[in-house]
T-cell receptor, first 116, second 116 residues
Framework: EAGVAQSPRYKIIEKRQSVAFWCNPI?????LYWYQQILGQGPKLLIQ????????DSQLPKDRFSAERLKGVDSTLKIQPAKLEDSAVYLC??????????????FGPGTRLTVL | AQKVTQAQTEISVVEKEDVTLDCVYE???????LFWYKQPPSGELVFLIR??????QNEISGRYSWNFQKSTSSFNFTITASQVVDSAVYFC?????????????FGTGTRLTVIP
């Protein structure tokens, strides 16, 4: 079974530029998550999708971050414009079904973003 | 308030030594789930274990064991006879179904270095 795919693996941009990350979850997984992991910290949830609907985006800085999962499969996370503090690893995860609080999440390799 | 506390930032052990990683959590829910993830240098988070709040039995899987104690709100992880391949950052995480989502709240992680 193929794991969660993410691209690109690395991205370097200057502040105020835009960037987009792509995630393809494990086939059949209804729930998709985006996390931000700043160096030395644990991952922090940005947004959770159930199929193509948003379940939780309370931690997403909506003035600059946006995410979509139009067909309920792959997803794109965008930052526009980027700030220095957005430098982090962006992790995508998926889980097979929404039994509340019980599912392990399967993580992709992440995209390491550096904002100069 | 920090929901998950991993007080040990870094631990170094010599190969074949046993090591215990501490995790203390905080929640008002009676139903919750605890997880441990491993993050090797490659960056991908690897699921190790899930435990629900109603099951306080300790669990052993090969060289890994987990001690869940509700009385002290702790979910500690022990590696027996450590190996160099165990070197990684280990995260403890909490999920609270009462939030209506399947979000994981991660601790700040413990970096384990096993010295050959």
């Amino acid at each position: 079974e193929a794991g969660v795919a993410q691209s690109p693996r690395y991205k370097i941009i200057e502040k105020r530029q835009s960037v987009a990350f792509w995630c393809n979850p494990i086939s059949g997984h209804a729930t998709l998550y985006w996390y931000q992991q700043i160096l030395g910290q644990g991952p922090k949830l940005l947004i959770q999708f159930q199929n193509n609907g948003v379940v939780d985006d309370s931690q997403l800085p909506k003035d600059r971050f946006s995410a979509e999962r139009l067909k309920g499969v792959d997803s794109t996370l965008k930052i526009q414009p980027a700030k220095l503090e957005d430098s982090a690893v962006y992790l995508c995860a998926s889980s097979p079904r929404r039994l509340r609080g019980s599912n392990e999440q399967f993580f992709g390799p992440g995209t390491r973003l550096t904002v100069l | 308030a920090q929901k998950v506390t991993q007080a040990q930032t870094e631990i170094s052990v010599v190969e074949k030594e046993d090591v215990t990683l501490d995790c203390v959590y905080e929640t008002r829910d009676t139903t919750y789930y605890l997880f441990w993830y491993k993050q090797p240098p490659s960056g991908e988070l690897v699921f190790l274990i899930r435990r629900n709040s109603f099951d306080e039995q300790n669990e052993i899987s090969g060289r890994y064991s987990w001690n869940f104690q509700k009385s002290t709100s702790s979910f500690n992880f022990t590696i027996t006879a450590s190996q160099v391949v165990d070197s990684a950052v280990y995260f403890c995480a909490l999920s609270e179904p009462g939030t209506g989502a399947n979000n994981l709240f991660f601790g700040t992680g413990t970096r384990l270095t096993v010295i050959p």
